[in-house]
């Protein structure tokens, strides 16, 4: 197993967990790139069903079901109030989303969608007057680092072998079976491991791998796209959190972080170089500040920015005309030929969907 972020540490504790033989190798530390550069969100997707993912969404719905009960120490509900702004999506709109939001994944425990008033619920207070009525749903809040650890604390549980600060240098078939070298990028030593079957869950770089360590195609496309957050200090008191439209047609979430701050994001935009410099850009900053401050009555500067971080999510591509539009579900490209071992490369996925690729997997 290639990459240690929730997917490779996912698939390890499901093959653990069904009595396979497991290594995996991370490069730097577990979660230590895009798995720790979410929103930290478990939820379904609302802005998916825009363009038409269904199935990802109801998987996801269902998933955020699972994996609440299954880490109610990591994982919180929490609600969202939308406001609802003239000019850009209609009311009506918003409101057939939510109900399909309600009723796509056999929702049990969390509450359903309501109207809010914002000239007199606390929801409101925060914001600009202008702004009258929001819709207020429910989704889940993770420690996401924490949930991609705890899933290779299980996995090493099971038997698995979990190796950090550990690359792969190169990887080949040899008498029906993969040869891989790796390397401890500390002192240099490398070892090989012999393994009846490779997966390549290195995330954003799942086609250097293939392409530098296994000397193959890469066979799909991969479009990596860039996230970044902000964090300003806090602004408001009360628990919930906002999702804000804006008029490009994104959406833009601000979420009560860390007790005396508020966490502000995403962005989308198409990435190239290497997915271990990223960084959120001026540009990224200033257009956050911006779509916050379409809603907020305090003006959000540049400069009270306290912290930002970034993330490259490594997503199918689909052909999608925008990085915002492009699909967040999975796929898994397996290459086994006659009389070879199989490799099975990983491409996209949500880190609300992790245990059902492990289980595809």
């Known amino acids: 197993m290639i990459g240690g972020g929730i997917n490779g540490c996912g698939i390890a504790r499901d093959a653990a967990g069904r009595g396979a033989s497991v290594f995996l190798c991370e ?15 478990i939820h379904g997707g609302l802005r998916y ?29 929490l609600r969202f109030v939308l406001p609802h702004l003239a000019g850009l999506r209609p009311a009506w709109f918003l409101r057939l989303g939510l109900f399909l939001y309600d009723h796509l994944g056999g929702r049990e425990r969390l509450p359903g969608t309501r ?4 000239r007199t619920d606390e929801a409101g207070q925060p914001l600009k007057p202008g702004l009258k009525r929001a819709f207020e749903y429910s989704d889940c809040w993770v420690e996401d680092a924490r949930l991609v650890v705890l899933n290779a604390q299980d996995a090493a549980r099971l038997g698995a072998t979990i190796r950090t600060r550990t690359r792969c240098v190169e990887a080949a078939r040899r008498d029906g079976l993969w040869q891989v070298t790796v390397e401890d990028v500390r002192t240099g030593v490398r070892s090989t491991i012999r393994a009846k079957v490779l997966v390549n869950a290195a995330g954003p770089w799942v086609a250097e791998v293939l392409e530098q360590c296994l000397r193959t195609e890469v066979g799909h496309r991969i479009r990596l ?28 979430f601000a979420i009560p972080y860390e007790r005396d701050f508020t966490l502000i994001g995403t962005t989308d935009q198409d990435y190239q170089g290497d997915p271990a410099g ?29 912290w930002s971080y970034s993330g490259v999510r490594p997503l199918f591509d689909d052909g999608a005309s925008a990085a915002q539009a492009a699909t967040r579900d999975y796929v898994l490209a397996l290459d086994a030929p006659e009389g070879g071992a199989p490799l099975l490369s990983v491409f996209g996925g949500k880190i609300t969907t992790y245990r059902k690729l492990a289980e595809a997997a």
Request: overall charge negative.
């Open 278 to 306: 990223v960084h959120a850009t001026e540009a990224e900053i200033t257009y956050l500040c911006a779509a916050a401050g379409e809603y907020f009555a305090t003006p959000i500067r540049p400069e009270d920015v306290v």
């Open 27 to 41: 490069q730097g530390d577990l979660a230590s790139a895009t798995s720790s550069a979410s929103t930290k969100l």
């Open 49 to 77: 069903l825009e363009y038409y993912e269904f199935r990802l969404v109801r998987e996801a719905l269902k998933e955020r079901e699972v994996l609440w009960r299954m880490a109610p120490h990591i994982i919180r509900p």
């Open 115 to 118: 109207t809010l008033d914002l």
């Open 225 to 252: 796209v860039q996230g970044s957050h902000i964090v300003v200090p806090r602004l408001f008191a009360h628990e919930r959190c906002y999702i804000f439209q804006n008029a490009d047609g994104r959406i833009v």
